[in-house]
């Protein structure tokens, strides 16, 4: 089993609406979670940090569940902008990061 | 402020030559990873270096592979004897102290083509 996993999609979303999707992740032991988004050819940039109360920035949501060791993202009010895929990260040892393989979101208009 | 950078952007090479690729990490960014993406393909962590220290060297692929960092700040990775399948994006990520001190930040990365 992979330490972290992401369903690859693609998510197909029509302008406006609303989209969530789920990472889970292995290790028990993890305590930094992440969300990044990936453009095609481009490398990752760090969309938000994902705390345990739950935040929020703007029209995304993050929110990490513990108990069924999952992290989710939820994007609100979609624009064609945020067709990208989209990387969960997790921490392992010594902080190290265990990416998943993305999740691919597409937005229509 | 600056970002990581790398060079080369893109590097074609014949296969069985030796490539260095480099990366400059965000100043004051004490850790630095390397990673490696081919196409449709997911991240795979090669190595991390806490200054000058590589104490996680698990993701290298074979002892054709190799890093170092020196001054605390910019690393090389360097692939002898290159083959086909080492094409791929190759991509550096710095952060403060560790992965876990809010998250780190990408290059642009280096493209390999290896014919």
């Known amino acids: 089993r992979k330490e972290v996993e992401q369903d690859p999609g693609p998510f197909n979303v029509p302008e406006g609406a609303t989209v969530a999707f789920n990472c889970t992740y292995s290790n028990s032991a993890s305590q930094s979670f992440f969300w990044y988004r990936q453009d095609c050819r481009k490398e990752p940039k760090l969309l938000m940090s994902v705390y345990s109360s739950g935040n929020e920035d703007g029209r995304f949501t993050a929110q990490l569940n513990r108990a069924s060791q999952y992290i989710s993202l939820l994007i609100r009010d979609s624009k064609l902008s945020d067709s990208a895929t989209y990387l969960c990260a997790v921490t392992s040892s010594w902080g190290k990061l265990q990416f998943g393989a993305g999740t691919q979101v597409v937005v229509t208009p | 402020g600056a970002g990581v950078s790398q060079s080369p952007s893109n590097k074609v090479t014949e296969k069985g030559k030796d490539v260095e690729l480099r990366c400059d990490p965000i100043?004051?960014?004490?850790?630095l990873y390397w990673y490696r993406q081919s196409l449709g393909q997911g991240l795979e962590f090669l190595i991390y270096?806490?200054?000058?220290?590589?104490?996680?060297k698990s993701g290298l692929p074979s002892d054709r592979f190799s890093a170092e960092r020196t001054g605390g700040s910019v690393s090389t990775l360097t692939i002898q004897r290159t083959q086909q399948e080492d094409s791929a994006v190759y991509l550096c990520?710095?952060?403060?102290?560790?992965?876990?001190?809010?998250?780190?930040?990408f290059g642009p990365g280096t493209r390999l083509l290896v014919l």
């Open positions: 100043s004051g960014h004490t850790a």
């Open positions: 270096f806490q200054g000058n220290s590589a104490p996680d």
């Open positions: 990520a710095s952060s403060g102290a560790g992965a876990s001190m809010g998250g780190q930040y």
